[in-house]
């Protein structure tokens, strides 16, 4: 069989991205297009010419929940695909963040051909972290910080400190603190800079940064 290869015919508004820089589940293929959405529910037409020799009969398949295709007969050579999203909007008990789906455009033989990549925007996740002054003979502490993260939709995070001093850095379960352990100071005044930093679905890296200061032996 021939090679067939699927067209996404797309709109202004349509951006062509690379797939390092989305988070990619169970999909094969190529990353066609992302299409970037609002925090509310709405819906948006794709237009898709299959191109080939074979004239493959086709399909677009939503992987995650909240995309919905109410069109999902298999279709052949161009037609207008309409996609439907549901709300990513945050209430008093819930924190939607910006989050990442999938649908999959799949031929009738089984072969998954390409992907489009739909971003949905969301909460934008934020730490502020406080800056701390210790006693020269204290070895640990803790920092507090200001976050709209919880330990339900907590991303991975990554800790770093600019001195040698600094031993160690962990997250507290409390989610209001970080446990932070250094050496005891037998000399002058000195400060190091605390770093945390996490990566969100958009694949965007948000890095705040604190000063924790050990006082002088006196």
Known sequence: MNKTYLLVILAAVLVMFGCTKVEVIDVQGEVLTVKEVPVTAGSFQLPIT???????VWKVRPIHSWLHVDDAEWKQNAYNV?????SNESSMNVRNFARVGHLVVETYDGFVADTIVVKQR???PFMELEDTTVDAATTECEISFNSNLTDACRPTMA???DVEWVESI???GCGTHLLVKFSANGGAERSANITVS???????????TCVLTQKALE
């Open 122 to 124: 969301g909460l934008t």
């Open 170 to 172: 962990e997250y507290l």
């Open 159 to 161: 800790y770093a400190a």
């Open 82 to 86: 309409l996609v439907r999203y549901d």
């Open 50 to 56: 299959v191109k080939g020799e074979d004239k493959l």
């Open 198 to 208: 996490f990566t969100d679905a958009w694949g965007e890296t948000t890095t705040e």
